[in-house]
C-alpha cells in the first residue's frame, strides 16, 4: 500500500457530489473573477440560466422533472397546488413508459424553460443524477452554491477571495472550449479535463480514496447506500490504526486522519447509533462515492437497470486497475506520476523520455490556459496541461515522463527553461518557458 500523507478531505457533504459543479466554479472563476460575493452571484447566475427544453427533449426531460419532483403532474390533480414546486409555470404528463408531454401554464405558446443545472443533468450520458443544489436558504442557512465554493478551496481550486490556482484555469479553458465548441454542451459529461479533477481530488484525499477503493476491489455485486456508509466508516477506522501503528508519521500527517476518526465516532456517540448508520457517515460517504462515480471507478448502470437517480453502485474495471498500482507507487507523488492518466482516463501511458520537439510542439498551447507565457508556474500544473494537450494528440506520455522532460529541458537548455528551485531540486516547485527561444515546428532555436 502507498505510503500514508495525511491528505484527506474533512468536511465533505451531500452537497458536494458533481464534479461540473466544480467545473463551472473554475469557469465562472477564471473568466468572470471578482470577489466571493460576486463568484457565488456569477455561479448561481451560470446554474439557474433559463434554458429552453425543445419538443425532442420533453421524454429525457419530463423523467427527470418527475424523479426530482420539480414541477405538477397533470394527471395527478397537483395542478392548483404548484407554488411548491422548483418550477410553478410548467407541468408534465407521462403518456406512456418513456414519454413525456411539458406544458407551459402561465404563458401560452412559449417554449417550457428549466434551469441549465437542471436541463443538462437530464441528459443522456450523465453518469449520477443526484447532487442538484439549490440557490437559497434558510437565514443563517448555506446555500447549496456556497457549499460548492467551500469544495473548491479545499480542492484549491479557488481560492477564499475567489481567484483561481492554475489547476482551475486548465480546467476552465478546458470547459470553455466545450462550450463555443458544441451545441451539446453538458459541464456533466466530463472530458478531458476529468484529469485535472482527478489530480486534485486525488492529492487532497489519497489516503481515504486508497483506502475506499480496496475495500471495494474486495466486494462483488451492488453498493447500496448503507453499504456505502459502512465502507466509508471501515476505511477511516483502518487508516487510523494504521496511522497508529507508523512511528515514523509526523504529527502534521496523522492529526488530519484522527480527526476523521474522532468525526464519525463522535456523531455516533451523539445520536446513539453504530458510525456507521449517522449521518455524518452518510455525508462524508456520498461526496466520495459520486465523485468516483464521475471519475469513472463506480457507476450507476448495470446491465439495463438505470440507478443515476438512486444511490447504488458498482465497482467499474478503472477501480479494479487502481487497486492492483498501489504497491507500486511507493508515494503520493509516484502513484501521481505514474497512474494518474491511466486511473482517471482508462490511457495507457509510455515512460519514454517526451522528444524535444514534440514538448516544444505543445508548450505553447500548454501554456495559453495558465495565463503565464513566460512567468514561473507550477511544473505540476504545466505538466497537466501538457498531458492533456498531448492525449488530444494521440501521444500518450506520463506525467511522470513529461516532468522528467521539462526537468531535462532546463538542465540542456537554461535559455529555453529554467526551474524556480535549480535543476537539482528535489521538489517540483515552479519553472519559466521562453516561448521566444522554442522553435514550436522543430522543437530546436
Not at 422533472?65 to 407541468?91: H, M, N, P, V, W
Not at 453498493?223 to 507508523?246: C, F, G, M, P, T
Not at 450507476?300 to 507507487?329: C, H
Not at 526537468?407 to 524556480?420: G, N, Y
Request: glycine fraction near 6%; hydrophobic fraction near 35%; proline fraction near 4%.
Amino acid at each position: 500500500m502507498t505510503e500514508i500523507t495525511g491528505q484527506v478531505l474533512s468536511n465533505l457533504d451531500e452537497f458536494k457530489q458533481r464534479l461540473g459543479h466544480l467545473s463551472l466554479l473554475c469557469e465562472t472563476a477564471t473568466f468572470k473573477g471578482g470577489t466571493s460575493y460576486r463568484l457565488e452571484k456569477d455561479l448561481i447566475d451560470c446554474l439557474t440560466a433559463p434554458t429552453t427544453i425543445d419538443d425532442e427533449e420533453k421524454s429525457e426531460i419530463g423523467r427527470y422533472l418527475e424523479k426530482k419532483r420539480l414541477c405538477a403532474d397533470l394527471d395527478t390533480g397537483q395542478r392548483t397546488d404548484r407554488s411548491r414546486f422548483r418550477y410553478a409555470d410548467i407541468a408534465f404528463r407521462k403518456t406512456d413508459e418513456t414519454s413525456y408531454e411539458i406544458q407551459r401554464l402561465t404563458t401560452a405558446g412559449f417554449s417550457p424553460e428549466i434551469w441549465f443545472q437542471d436541463y443538462c443533468l437530464a441528459k443522456a450520458g450523465v453518469r449520477s443524477r443526484t447532487g442538484g443544489v439549490t440557490v437559497s436558504a434558510k437565514s443563517g442557512s448555506k446555500t447549496g452554491v456556497s457549499h460548492i465554493i467551500d469544495w473548491g478551496i479545499e480542492l484549491d481550486l479557488v481560492s477564499k477571495s475567489g481567484r483561481p490556482s492554475p489547476i482551475a484555469n486548465l480546467i476552465a479553458h478546458s470547459v470553455q472550449q466545450q462550450r463555443h465548441g458544441s451545441k451539446s454542451f453538458n459541464p456533466y459529461i466530463l472530458s478531458i479535463e476529468k484529469l485535472v479533477h482527478a489530480f486534485a481530488y486525488f492529492t487532497s484525499d489519497f489516503d481515504v480514496f486508497a483506502e475506499l477503493v480496496t475495500i471495494i476491489g474486495m466486494r462483488s455485486g451492488q453498493i447500496s447506500k448503507a453499504d456505502a456508509q459502512e465502507i466509508y466508516v471501515e476505511a477511516v477506522d483502518r487508516l487510523a490504526s494504521r496511522a497508529e501503528k507508523n512511528k515514523t508519521l509526523s504529527t502534521r500527517q496523522t492529526n488530519p486522519i484522527y480527526s476523521l476518526w474522532r468525526d464519525v465516532e463522535q456523531a455516533g456517540k451523539r445520536s446513539r447509533k453504530e458510525p456507521a448508520r449517522t449521518s455524518t457517515a452518510w455525508h462524508r460517504a456520498s461526496s466520495r462515492f459520486e465523485t468516483l462515480t464521475d471519475l469513472g471507478l463506480l457507476e450507476k448502470y448495470f446491465g439495463i437497470t438505470d440507478s443515476s437517480y438512486e444511490y447504488k453502485y458498482y465497482p467499474t474495471q478503472s477501480l479494479m486497475n487502481a487497486v492492483s498500482t498501489f504497491e507500486r507507487a511507493p508515494s503520493l507523488k509516484d502513484w501521481i506520476d505514474l497512474f494518474l492518466i491511466s486511473t482517471a482516463l482508462g490511457i495507457e501511458t509510455v515512460e519514454d523520455v517526451v522528444p524535444e520537439a514534440v514538448l516544444s510542439q505543445h508548450l505553447p498551447n500548454a501554456l495559453t490556459p495558465l495565463k503565464r507565457p513566460t512567468a514561473p508556474v507550477p511544473v505540476a500544473a504545466l505538466a497537466l496541461s501538457l498531458a492533456m494537450s498531448m492525449i488530444k494528440a494521440g501521444e500518450k506520455y506520463s506525467l511522470n515522463s513529461i516532468k522528467k522532460s521539462l526537468r531535462c529541458l532546463a538542465i540542456d537548455h537554461p535559455e529555453k527553461a529554467k526551474l524556480s528551485r535549480g535543476t537539482l531540486a528535489d521538489s517540483e516547485g515552479l519553472i519559466a518557458i521562453n516561448l521566444r527561444n522554442i522553435d514550436v515546428e522543430n522543437g530546436i532555436k
